[in-house]
């Protein structure tokens, strides 16, 4: 029997989310991609870990699409970038919505050093400086470089310039998430992202 819609409420913020065409197993691919990638800047940045993302999808009353470490596990592993090939590799529109509206949650709560990162990376910028001198944006950059080459199969390849801005390019697109209408804006990259 399938259950009622009371039984698992449909958060509000899913109407912020507009889709006019179910996205093809490619933007599915590039969304899965990239929900990793944001997540893993927010896990370096913030030292964030499963738990965190679990008491955020319980804050939201997401916990039916997203409520237990192994059903996150399998979410992240679906990132066709990872080296391990034992997640489940489909990820559905419902899943990639509530990863959306976690990681904007989370963005929220972790504003503060977000919005410090930001801050040292344009003085760091404006005096000439490289960000690994800053100590927040140095360790910001060795955990997303160590934890990047850890994780992805393309990790010990990659140079590490591309790392460091990738890094510095989720760093300020998590300052966009965490504002308001961040899940709209988000949402809107990942479907603009999936199209390439």
């Not at 059903?71 to 679906?78: A, D, G, K």
């Not at 690994?132 to 160590?146: E, K, M, T």
């Not at 510095?168 to 804006?185: C, E, P, S, T």
Request: proline fraction near 4%.
């Amino acid at each position: 029997m399938r259950p009622s819609l009371q039984a698992v409420p449909i958060p509000a913020s899913f109407a912020d989310l507009p889709l006019a065409q179910p996205p093809d197993g490619q933007q599915l691919e590039n969304i899965k991609s990239h929900l990793d990638l944001v997540l893993l800047a927010l896990e370096s940045l913030a030292g964030l870990s499963s738990e965190a993302m679990l008491q955020a999808a319980k804050e939201l009353n997401l916990e039916a699409v997203i409520g237990d470490r192994v059903t996150l596990w399998r979410l992240r592993q679906s990132n066709p970038l990872r080296k391990s090939s034992g997640g489940r590799k489909k990820l559905d529109v419902e899943e990639a919505r509530s990863l959306v509206l976690i990681i904007c949650h989370l963005a929220r709560q972790q504003q503060d050093d977000i919005r410090r990162a930001c801050a040292l990376l344009e003085q760091m910028t404006e005096q000439g400086q490289e960000p690994h001198r800053a100590a927040l944006l140095g360790d910001y950059l060795d955990n997303f470089s160590n934890t990047y080459q850890e994780r992805m199969e393309e990790g010990e390849a990659i140079a590490s310039a591309s790392l460091v801005g990738l890094a510095l390019k989720l760093l300020i697109d998590l300052l966009f998430y965490g504002a308001k209408n961040g899940h709209r804006r988000l949402w809107l990259a990942l479907i603009d992202q999936g199209k390439t």
